[in-house]
């Protein structure tokens, strides 16, 4: 089974910071790769698919890259709304292996 | 508009069963494949199980294979999940997630319930 490892598991970071996330798999997985956002007591939301492509409605400055087995979510300008867990999904053999989720604290 | 509303939670005594369901509406529900993904109290997101469109194709966890089985019932706009010999692991909130796409294969959630809580104690 693929396996996914984010890091960091936890980031302090201010308003207006630059962010970048890391997600690595066991093995190759293309760009089939999904960034996700949870808030305490909601559903996750969908942010990036196919590695870069940013779902309809988020905004700008979240931006997915890599190929492979590198993976980075970037967000450019952090916002107070942005203050939550952001986990990477992997969806190369259908099993839909999560990483561990990463949570970007208030500095 | 898009809606995913999960049920059947509940608390239930291990080696039980339950049978977990999720009603969609405000889209073609028979055009999409589907997933359930869980969530442990303070722990992660876990992929549970996937179904296309059709039920052609169906997929579960390791830690659920053979104990979990995902169907849906097109015509009713519903998926279901049916957990039998449920262990104190399984606890978790269960969400019901569609694909990105119609036709499935994106491996993409962009629509979620709001979950099901499932507690296995004795």
């Known amino acids: 089974d693929i396996q996914m490892t984010q890091s960091p598991s936890t980031l302090s970071a201010s308003v207006g910071d630059r962010v970048t996330i890391t997600c690595r798999a066991s093995?190759?997985?293309?760009?089939?790769l999904a960034w996700y956002q949870q808030k305490p007591g909601k559903a996750p939301k969908l942010l990036i698919y196919?590695?870069?492509s940013l779902e309809s409605g988020v905004p700008s400055r979240f931006s997915g890259s890599g190929s492979g087995t590198e993976f980075t979510l970037t967000i450019s300008s952090l916002q107070p709304d942005d203050f939550a867990t952001y986990y990477c999904?992997?969806?190369?053999?259908?099993?839909?292996?999560f990483g561990q989720g990463t949570k970007v604290e208030i500095k | 508009e898009v809606q995913l509303v999960e049920s059947g939670g509940g608390l239930v005594q291990p080696g039980g069963s339950l049978r977990l369901s999720c009603a969609a509406s405000?889209?073609?529900?028979?055009?999409?494949?589907m997933n359930w993904v869980r969530q442990a109290p303070g722990k992660g997101l876990e992929w549970v199980s996937y179904?296309?469109?059709?039920?052609?194709?169906?997929y579960y966890a390791d830690s659920v294979k053979g104990r979990f089985t995902i169907s849906r019932d097109n015509a009713k706009n519903s998926l279901y999940l049916q957990m039998n010999s449920l262990r104190d692991e399984d606890t978790a909130v269960y969400y019901c997630?569609?694909?990105?796409?119609?036709?499935?294969?994106?491996?993409?959630?962009?629509?979620w319930g709001q979950g099901t809580l499932v507690t296995v104690s004795s």
């Open positions: 997630a569609r694909d990105l796409i119609v036709g499935g294969g994106s491996g993409s959630s962009s629509y």
């Open positions: 405000g889209f073609t529900f028979s055009s999409y494949s």
């Open positions: 179904i296309s469109s059709s039920s052609s194709t169906i």
């Open positions: 093995q190759s997985i293309s760009s089939w």
């Open positions: 196919k590695a870069s």
């Open positions: 999904q992997q969806y190369n053999s259908y099993l839909g292996t």
